[in-house]
């Protein structure tokens, strides 16, 4: 009654053998409609609501109804950016455009696709035609990935993009949320908007996506810490792109708290630590192990 987009398995009686995908109305006992939504046959969350409340006529139409919000959800990102400037976002945030369950994100002129289970990728396949027909003259798109179903030895599908002026390199195939995390564009500029004259320490910094903004604004050093290397040299190779210098940039394939340890022990500082580190605690059974990794952490 609230619009809490999700209903979980534990709180609903379902008739036996839904397929997922498949169009439910959720109606309380004395069978009054609460939510319309399409089931998921094995996640723990049984129904993603597509519409709250009784009635209404869109959801006659499920096709109608998912083709203007993911028109809405692009028109309302592209008030926002310069596609010129601007040409990697993401265009779909699952509930938060009414969308549950899906996630598009762009990167020039391809869209990547991810479903949350597999009531969400029945419901919304195929996906593919439906976003080349939302997205029509606002967006060209050439490729539609999806990334769930990606060979597990993909052969790379790099691209350049560019964010706030600033060209990254992208593996579609093989990078990690593409090789650029776009939920960070706006905390990127916020540094940027600090780091003149600044040093600057990127953790976990993956592709350098930090990194790149600050040195772009002059910052007078940046460090770019990741594990992988090959992260590492996809920094070092945005840097080169964008023309950046590199005398005063170090890239460093380690373990970011021994990457700490050993500054600390050398007395090295900055004026500006970038901390951005995976989940310690991806469930709830790992957060009395990842609490003291946390405590470690912001201590170095």
């Known amino acids: 009654r609230q619009g809490h987009p999700w209903i979980y398995r534990d709180a609903v009686e379902a008739p036996e053998a839904l397929e997922a995908g498949a169009l439910v109305q959720v109606r309380t006992r004395d069978g009054r409609p609460l939510a319309r939504g399409f089931w998921d046959a094995r996640s723990p969350i049984a129904v993603r609501v597509l519409e709250s409340g009784g009635p209404a006529h869109k959801f006659a139409n499920a096709e109608a109804l998912v083709a203007e919000r993911l028109r809405s959800a692009l028109q309302r990102r592209l008030k926002r950016i310069d596609l010129a400037k601007t040409n990697a976002f993401r265009w779909v945030h699952g509930e938060g455009d009414l969308l549950p369950g899906l996630h598009v994100d762009i990167y020039g002129d391809a ?73 960070q564009r706006e905390n990127r500029q916020r540094v940027a908007e600090r780091a003149r004259g600044k040093s600057v320490l990127n953790l976990f910094g993956y592709t350098g996506g930090f990194s790149v903004y600050a040195a772009a604004v002059g910052a007078t050093r940046t460090d770019t810490v990741d594990l992988a290397k090959p992260a590492v ?61 946390y405590e470690r952490l912001h201590r170095l």
């Open 111 to 183: 869209a990547v696709v991810r479903f949350d289970g597999e009531g969400a990728r029945a419901f919304y396949s195929p996906a593919e035609g439906r976003l080349r027909e939302a997205a029509a003259d606002s967006l060209p798109l050439n490729a539609v990935l999806d990334r769930d179903n990606r060979p597990a030895e993909a052969a790379p599908d790099e691209r350049e993009v560019v964010e706030n002026g600033h060209r990254f390199f992208v593996d579609l195939a093989r990078g990690q949320k593409g090789g650029l995390f776009l939920d």
């Open 233 to 293: 040299e996809a920094a070092r190779r945005n840097f080169e792109l964008n023309t950046l210098p590199t005398d005063n940039a170090g890239f460093h394939a380690a373990d970011a708290f021994a990457f700490l340890a050993a500054a600390g022990a050398r007395g090295d500082t900055w004026d500006i630590v970038v901390s951005d580190p995976p989940r310690f605690a991806p469930k709830k059974e790992a957060v009395p192990a990842a609490r003291p990794a």
